[in-house]
């Protein structure tokens, strides 16, 4: 079975510009987070979306929003980007929202470097 | 008062001996403690998950819950070379849907 599968896997973008990160959970997990993890800290959560609704977001700014669709794969977005924003994005799968006795499971990230 | 505190490291053991980490946490209702292990330039991998006080074993790891004290640490007996990497400790509280995270420790083994 494949695990969790995020794209790219390295991407530079330009402050002020869009960004649209993927990812696909495993098969049969229902629940997918995002996290944020700067150089040097741990993952921060930024969204958690289960059965298409978002179920718990962090303490991030507007610019950043998520959707879930109907194959439980989901999107992360973040506009106007800052320098600020350079991080390695991980995604993480889990079969029912919340963490429960599973811990997560994470995709291999995406990392973002804004110039 | 941050959620969850490790010490950063880098934390240094000879190759054989035992490393020893540790994490606290905050004074809220807890559920599920985690460490996960992270080399440089990859995504965290789950190690090891404590749900109740006391001792948890699983090969050469050994996580220990004390809620009392409110710190949960991790124990890796005949450290080897490829345990090198960071430990990160993961709390899940009542009513939150996510896992907040330590810094995670740097650990180094010597050969």
């Known amino acids: 079975d494949a695990g969790v599968t995020q794209s790219p896997t390295h991407l530079i973008k330009t402050r002020g510009q869009h960004v649209t990160l993927r990812c696909s959970p495993i098969?049969?997990?229902?629940?997918v987070s995002w996290y944020q993890q700067v150089l040097g800290q741990g993952p921060q959560f930024i969204f958690q979306?289960?059965?298409?609704?978002?179920?718990g977001r962090g303490n991030f700014p507007d610019r950043f929003s998520a959707r879930q669709f109907p194959n439980y794969s989901s999107e992360l977005n973040v506009n106007a980007l800052l320098l600020g924003d350079s991080a390695l994005y991980l995604c993480?799968?889990?079969?029912?929202?919340?963490?429960?006795?599973?811990?997560?499971?994470f995709g291999s990230g995406t990392r973002l470097t804004v110039v | 008062q941050k959620e969850v505190e490790q010490n950063s490291g880098p934390l240094s053991v000879p190759e054989g001996a035992i490393a020893s980490l540790n994490c606290t946490y905050s004074?809220?209702?807890?559920?599920?403690f985690f460490w996960y292990r992270q080399y440089s330039g990859k995504s965290p991998e789950l190690i090891m998950s404590?749900?109740?006080?006391g001792d948890k074993e699983d090969g050469r790891f050994t996580a220990q819950l004390n809620k009392a004290s409110q710190y949960v640490s991790l124990l890796i007996r005949d450290s080897q070379p490829s345990d090198s990497a960071t430990y990160l400790c993961?709390?899940?509280?009542?009513?939150?849907?996510?896992?907040?995270f330590g810094t995670g420790t740097r650990l180094t083994v010597i050969p």
């Open positions: 098969s049969g997990h229902k629940s």
């Open positions: 993480a799968s889990s079969f029912l929202t919340g963490t429960g006795s599973y811990g997560y499971t």
């Open positions: 993961a709390v899940n509280y009542n009513g939150a849907n996510n896992l907040f």
């Open positions: 979306y289960y059965e298409k609704e978002e179920r």
């Open positions: 004074d809220r209702v807890s559920q599920s």
């Open positions: 404590i749900y109740s006080n």
